[in-house]
């Protein structure tokens, strides 16, 4: 079964601490692999969309990198207001226009 | 800048009563989705529409619920005979046409069954 995997669950920064989330998946055909950030009783806000290993994308202090098993968001001298749970989302091949998430990194950024 | 919009925002109903939900998609998106999200989970995946055809329905959605989008345009899911694990965050999403094309979320619509 077609699966996505996030971690850690939570993780607690001081701003200006850079650190990295994790996203790995079970591969049956990835078509596209994509970064949201949601904020709490709002939507999720879209950030990246990966759709190939080696491929990067930056956004401010944000850069999501993909391998052929995993997808790292990376995050450079992060602020409070970079608090938030940040979800992975994969779109399989087999699996029409539907997205798999995983359950979600919440970070906290303590100033 | 028009986004997706859902209406309502909050619904509190009594279990067993029937509610239906709307989400207006961006304009020129032809894709529209449904999804659940609970407390501390990521969104799971309902139904998703390309224009007014319903193209997949996840084994989630119980005959209880029904979703339409009639012209190709706005969205409507009802859920029948709430019940209370039906409390959950409905968010609905739409892309457009393409086959890698990005789903952008509404804001989402609360519901919580007493």
């Known amino acids: 079964e077609d699966q996505v995997t996030q971690s850690p669950e939570a993780l607690r920064l001081q701003e200006g601490e850079s650190s990295s989330l994790n996203c790995s998946y079970t591969?049956?055909?990835?078509?596209?692999l994509f970064w949201y950030r949601q904020d709490p009783g709002k939507g999720p806000e879209f950030l990246f969309t990966l759709y190939s290993a080696g491929e990067e994308k930056e956004k401010e202090r944000l850069k999501a990198t993909l391998t052929k098993k995993e997808s790292f968001l990376h995050i450079t001298a992060p602020k409070p207001e970079d608090s938030a749970t940040y979800l992975c989302?994969?779109?399989?091949?087999?699996?029409?226009?539907?997205?798999?998430f995983g359950q979600g990194t919440e970070l906290s950024v303590k100033p | 800048d028009t986004g997706v919009s859902q209406d309502p925002r909050h619904k509190i109903t009594k279990r067993g009563q029937n509610v239906t939900f709307r989400c207006d998609p961006i304009s020129e998106h032809n894709r529209l989705y449904w999804y659940r999200q609970t407390l501390g989970q990521g969104p799971e995946f309902l139904t998703y529409f390309q224009n007014e055809a319903q193209l997949e329905k996840s084994r989630l959605l119980s005959d209880r619920f029904s979703a339409e989008r009639p012209k190709g345009s706005f969205s409507t899911l009802e859920i029948q005979r709430t019940e209370q694990g039906d409390s959950a965050m409905y968010l609905c999403a739409s892309s457009a046409p393409g086959q890698t094309t990005s789903q952008y979320f509404g804001p989402g619509t609360r519901l919580t069954v007493t």
């Open positions: 591969v049956s055909g990835l078509r596209g």
């Open positions: 989302a994969v779109r399989f091949y087999n699996q029409g226009g539907k997205l798999i």
